[in-house]
């Protein structure tokens, strides 16, 4: 039997970069699997050799490992009933609530939690099989927060880094986890753990203080009853902007967006959401503003037109099946009062696109409204800055978007104040070219110079010198892995 490759750079994850979907036929087709993660991390990889750990996306044995666009994919088996209490359960019914600001209410179940153990372990004894002497292990997001400790106790050898993709719930919240302890003490079974915003980082060294006695400093834990050090600290993620900008002055690309906007009946201003379908979006917030504008005759089609695209997310959760019925009777409502032949007032798409697809999309769109209850990041802000290399378009931004705190050109909204989200949506609209120019070019310089590239390099650059307190950065004064200007708009008097 030839030898198991092993790599030097092992990434796990709880989706594989692909999702094996049956065909009718019986035949199996690989999709490119939803979400924010995927996109960062694929394009990271993409540059380097590594392994890449997670599940297929289907319920059953796990395919062979292969290899895709030179990453060599090890898939991690889940049962049904696997995908039931450790996917849709603890991780999108009990921590997806709790991590964001419990938005709908979380779900507390004993066999859930039983079932996030026992998978944690399997993605645990995969990342060892791959992992060469001496690996970095980076391991993704809050579905497996066991992993670094149980990596860590079997492969004292590797590097072990963990990234939350989405917020860290402050402690008050997180108290309420039956599981606290353990999830904490996973966590620290790292050497280096990364979150988007300062406040998340925060967030985790005081619930260590409170809930572990754990000693801390600043942004370091000492684990209880050891004297190693973990630190916290805020590396937000981003986006290919190289990558992005490239794809959207391709001519097809520049001529399909014109194409988009024709079919849509030329309209003068053309609005546009992106979001997966998930309550924590803001989706609801968005069309009540633009059901009140159009009731108000503030705006209507076939001027105005709204494309709000809306990938299907986590369908057999509960709440993400009331709120796809919900969404669908509002847009249902808007159309019927506000329509007219030709010319809906929602153009309403559940359904996932290319790439160059979202490109013509994001080029076509005149007011791009992202408007988050809570989002880790939100990478679809993003992608829309980094395709505007013509600098038109107009970000609307939800402060509770971990972008809101570093993208500052934008058109600022409180999603909860509907009253102002109007009158924000209307300012996007009605703010002259020149000024909305001078914004878009700002945002721009901020993504270009902090791309997907350099959240990757800093993630691992701070892994490798873990634990020591990184060195001052001589050209800037600051510590390395600290962002400087992601202060401000916190200083602005956010407090989150
Ligand atoms: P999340 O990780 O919560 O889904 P993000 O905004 O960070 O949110 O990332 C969403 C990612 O999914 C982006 O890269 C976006 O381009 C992509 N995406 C969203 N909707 C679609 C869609 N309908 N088709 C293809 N890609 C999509
Ligand atoms: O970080 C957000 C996230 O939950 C990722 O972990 C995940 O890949 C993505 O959103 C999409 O969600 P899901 O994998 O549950 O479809």
Redesign the pocket.
Known sequence: MPARPTFDLVVAA??LPVDQVARPDGDIEWQR??????TAMESVMHDQAGAWVGWAGEAGAAPAPFEDSGIYLRPVALSAEEVRDYYEGFS?DTLWPIYHDVIVPASFHREWWSAYEKVNRRFAEAVVEVAAPGARVWIQ?Y?LQLVPALVREARPDVRIGWFD??PFPPVGLFAQLPWRLQLLEGLLGADFLGFQRRADAQNFVRACRELLNAKTQRDTVTVPGSDRRVRASAVPISVDFAGLDELARRPETIARSREIRTSLGDPKVLMLGVD?LDYTKGIQHRLKAYHELLDEHRIGPPEVTLVQVATP??ERVEAYRTLRDEIEQTVGRINGEFGQIGAPAVHYLHHSHPREEMAALYLAADVMLVTPLRD?MNLVAKEYVACRYDLGGALVLSEFAGAWHELHQTFACNPHDIEGLKQTILRAITTPDKEKRRMMRALRRRVADHDVQRWAARFLGALDIAPERPSLDPSTGHHHGDEPDMRSNEARGMTQ
């Open positions: 709880n989706r699997s939803p979400g924010g993660l995927v999108n997001d579905q993709h989405i997966r997310s986590r880790g």
